[in-house]
């Protein structure tokens, strides 16, 4: 049961335009949402995050836009660079339950930005 | 101000062998979490340790136990190895009291330990 996916297992871009990668969940136990990048051979690094309460959140070029009724979620990088090429992954975080304080990750989307 | 940390960074076992994993927490941080990372796919959460106890636990065999000390470090360990146990194995620590409440929401990761079960 894939709680969290990432239906894009690629994406390709060209420099200086927008990357728009998205993500779709299905458990509304969720109340945080984060995104993290993955360069080969290192771990994911935190890119940035949203609280359920919330609907957009911004840091310089990244900005997470959060769709609760529609269960989905999206990070948009303006303008995108060569060096933001990487695995993204997107992660939920559970409220309660068996499912608290874990992170559910999507199976990831591979970023290229072509020069 | 050193990150995760975990060692070693690669290892090749056998079939029915067992392994320790160890993974050093970022400073100031008190929790650790363990995740398994299979090829092509995200990472899956093994469990978790805060006060030295486990917390929560994933979908995995009791063949996978932990252990955290008391300088919030902790250790994966893993018995009777099967050739599906070949995988990434990531630890993540966070605060879980830290000033700002949407800090203890974020995990951070170290760069893993590769291991191949031959």
């Known amino acids: 049961d894939q709680q969290v996916k990432q239906n894009s297992p690629s994406l390709s871009v060209q420099e200086g335009r927008i990357s728009i990668l998205n993500c779709d969940y299905t458990?509304?136990?969720?109340?945080?949402f984060l995104w993290y990048k993955k360069y080969p051979a290192e771990g994911p690094t935190f890119l940035i995050s949203i609280s359920s309460i919330k609907d957009k959140n911004e840091d310089g070029r990244f900005t997470v836009f959060l769709n609760k009724s529609a269960k989905h979620l999206s990070l948009h990088i303006v303008p995108s660079q060569p060096g933001d090429s990487a695995v993204y992954f997107c992660a939920a975080k559970g409220s309660g339950g068996t499912s608290y304080g874990k992170l559910t990750f999507g199976q990831g989307t591979i970023l290229t930005v072509h020069p | 101000d050193a990150g995760v940390t975990q060692s070693p960074t690669h290892l090749i076992k056998t079939r029915g062998q067992q392994v320790t994993l160890r993974c050093s927490p970022k400073s100031g941080h008190d929790t650790v979490s363990w995740y398994q990372q299979a090829l092509g796919q995200g990472p899956q959460f093994i469990f978790q340790?805060?006060?030295?106890?486990?917390?929560q636990r994933g979908n995995f065999p009791d063949r996978f136990s932990g252990h955290q000390f008391p300088n919030y470090s902790s250790e994966l360990n893993v018995n009777a190895l099967l050739l599906g146990d070949s995988a990434l194995y990531l630890c993540?620590?966070?605060?879980?009291?830290?000033?700002?409440?949407?800090?203890?929401?974020?995990?951070?990761f170290g760069a893993g330990t590769r291991l191949s079960v031959l």
């Open positions: 458990n509304s136990m969720f109340d945080y």
């Open positions: 340790y805060y006060e030295e106890e486990e917390r």
């Open positions: 993540a620590s966070k605060n879980t009291r830290p000033d700002r409440s949407r800090a203890k929401n974020i995990q951070y």
